[in-house]
């Protein structure tokens, strides 16, 4: 089955475009207030901050641009275009985004450095609460996390092409996506979900 690259990405271009606003910004800040800003740790996460940003921006451009360039192949499968997609290294920005969310998380510890207000200052305050939206994006994650974790039936396991189990419900063996219920049963993550619209309960123990 072919598969055409065709996707616009015009959500990923919106982030780019306001991440460089924001960016150009920050240099703007840190030029104009440049004669006063006092050099200390502070300054030197500050400008830590800065690299990281312009680091994650750079990244985000570069697989943008690899993906343009190849708009409209046709892979001959979905199988190729997950390779060709991972050989990009799509998921490098998560950790771009990781150390940029910890140098703007610790910028809040040095909060009580700023004396002055002028751009330099306002700059590192959206920066702080950039920092503070990001922890409660977490947190909420988190909990949203445990308390689906806590109340799912069951959990996932990646497809083993060597398992020889058999389901119990559709008694057949293949490398389809199992699950493992609480009470340690295993299934066929489809067949379960059939199960389950007609009984709750485990069909081998119904635990």
Known sequence: MEFTLVDNRRCQ???????????????????????????????????????????????LIRYELIYWNNKGRIFETKEEYKLWKNTNLPNIKYSFTAIESVCKIALLYYSQMMKEENMYYISILIMQ????????????????????????????IKPDKNNKMECPICL????????????????????????????????????
């Open 172 to 207: 057949d063996k293949n490398d389809k996506l199992w699950v493992t219920t609480r009470c340690n049963h295993r299934f066929h993550r489809e067949c379960l979900n059939e199960w389950i619209n007609i009984s709750e309960t485990c069909p081998i123990c119904r635990g």
């Open 13 to 59: 271009i919106v982030n780019i475009l306001v991440r460089c606003i924001f960016f150009i910004f920050d240099i703007i800040c840190i030029l104009y207030s440049y004669e006063s800003i006092e050099i200390n740790n502070l300054f030197y996460l500050y400008c830590a901050t800065l690299v990281t940003i312009f680091a994650s921006i750079a990244n």
């Open 129 to 156: 609460l950039n920092a503070i939206a990001i922890l409660i994006i977490f947190g909420l994650f988190f909990i949203y996390a445990l308390f689906t974790t806590i109340c799912n039936p069951y959990f996932f």
